[in-house]
């Protein structure tokens, strides 16, 4: 039992490293557009068509998975402003993404 406890630890421990790294790495490539605040009111996003996504938005969670996410960073978006971020190391995504779950409503 106590085993486990501190497996269990040891791996919150490491998700909210992973989120703190996230979110500087949030700070510096997505919040331009998706905003500071994680609400899709990035300032650059302003002029886009359509909005960048609002994190905060539980519509925006329906039906989305880490792994949807991580396509959606590495691959971008067809139709949207959203770019490619092919460049970022799997381990930033998966930094950014643990960032963004972490703060979803």
Not at 12 to 34: F, I, M, P, R, W
Not at 45 to 53: D, M, S, T
Not at 62 to 70: F, T, V
Request: with cysteine; glycine share 8%; net charge neutral.
């Amino acid at each position: 039992m106590r085993a486990i406890l501190i497996l269990l630890s040891l791996s919150s421990t490491s998700a909210l490293a992973d989120a703190e790294k996230g979110k500087v790495l949030y700070q510096a490539n997505c919040s331009a557009c998706h905003g500071a605040e994680l609400d899709g009111n990035g300032p650059a996003g302003a002029a886009l068509q359509p909005k960048p996504a609002s994190f905060k938005d539980a519509e925006f969670w329906k039906g989305r998975d880490e792994a949807a996410l991580k396509a959606s960073i590495k691959n971008g978006k067809p139709g949207t402003a959203m770019m490619p971020f092919a460049h970022l190391p799997a381990a930033d995504v998966d930094a950014i993404v643990a960032f963004l779950v972490a703060n979803k409503p």
